[in-house]
C-alpha cells in the first residue's frame, strides 16, 4: 500500500533516454505519482539538459504528474513554453528570479502549480515569505546541476524549519527534496517533514526501476510509523 501522504518523483534525469518512455512507464507501475523533470541551462547551473522537446514528446505516454525543475536564469521567460509542452508543476529557483512574486503569478495564469526552491546555501528564512504563495516548496540537499551527488546532512535541519513555518501558518504547501536521497535518507527526510521525495540515480542506474520506487514507498511508510 502507497501512502497517499508520501510522494514520489523519480528524475528522469539518471534515465536511460534511448528507453525513456519504458522506463518512465516503469516509475509509474512502482507507484510514482509525479516525474521531475529537471531542465538545466548551463549558466545557473553548470550543466545543460533537455527542455521542451523531451517534455513534449513524453506527455502523451503518461498521466504522471509532470514535475518541471527550472534550473535555469530568467524563468520568467520560459514559463508559458513549459506549460504549453506539459508541464503540470513549475518550480524555479529563488536565486534565479528577479521578482519571485511575478513568477509565481504568471505559472498560476498559466493554470499550473507553482513551485519554489532553494540552493544548499541559500538561508530557508529567505524563502519563507513566499510560502503562502505557492504549491510547492523544493529544498536542495545537493548544488543542483548533476545527479549522482551525496545527500548533504543539513538539510533535514533545513527541511524541519520550513515544515514548522508551514504547520504553524496552516499552509498546504508539499516539501519536496531533492538531490542523493536513498532509501535510507529518504527515511531521515521524511522525519525532518518532507512529503515528496525526488530521486535519479538510485532509481533508474541499478536493479528494478518499479522495483526501487516501491522500496521508498516502504521506508517512507515505515518513518512515517515511527512518527
Ligand atoms: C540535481 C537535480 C536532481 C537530481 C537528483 O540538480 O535537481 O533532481 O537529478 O538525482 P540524484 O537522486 O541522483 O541525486
Ligand atoms: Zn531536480
Redesign the pocket.
Known amino acids: 500500500m502507497t501512502d497517499s501522504r508520501f510522494i514520489m518523483a523519480p ?1 528522469i ?2 534515465a536511460d533516454f534511448s528507453i525513456l518512455g519504458k522506463q518512465i512507464k516503469a516509475t509509474h507501475k512502482g507507484g510514482a505519482q509525479y516525474l ?1 523533470i ?1 531542465v ?1 541551462d548551463g549558466v545557473f ?1 553548470p ?1 545543460i539538459s533537455f527542455g521542451m522537446p523531451v517534455i513534449e514528446t513524453i506527455r502523451p505516454i503518461t498521466d504522471q504528474f509532470f514535475d518541471v ?1 527550472l ?1 535555469i536564469v530568467n524563468p520568467e521567460n520560459y514559463v508559458e513554453e513549459f506549460a504549453r509542452c506539459g508541464a503540470d508543476g513549475i518550480t524555479f529557483h529563488l536565486e534565479a528570479a528577479k521578482d519571485p512574486n511575478a513568477v509565481i503569478d504568471l505559472i498560476h495564469k498559466n493554470g499550473k502549480k507553482a513551485g519554489i526552491s532553494i540552493k544548499p546555501g541559500t538561508e530557508v528564512e529567505a524563502v519563507l515569505p513566499y510560502l503562502k504563495s505557492v504549491e510547492l516548496v523544493l529544498v ?10 551525496k ?1 548533504m546532512e543539513e538539510s533535514c535541519a533545513r527541511i524541519k524549519k520550513i515544515r514548522e513555518y508551514i504547520d504553524k501558518n496552516h499552509l498546504n504547501v508539499i516539501v519536496e527534496v ?5 532509501r535510507r535518507t529518504v527515511k531521515k527526510v521524511v522525519n525532518a517533514g518532507a512529503n515528496a521525495v ?6 533508474f ?1 541499478k536493479g528494478s526501476i518499479s522495483r526501487n520506487v516501491r522500496k521508498y514507498f516502504k521506508a517512507a511508510e515505515s518513518a512515517l510509523a515511527e512518527k
Open positions: 528524475s534525469l539518471a521531475h529537471d538545466c547551473v550543466s525543475h534550473m536542495m540537499s545537493v548544488e543542483p546541476g548533476f545527479g549522482g551527488q545527500f531533492d538531490g542523493g536521497v536513498d525526488v530521486s535519479g540515480s538510485a532509481i542506474r
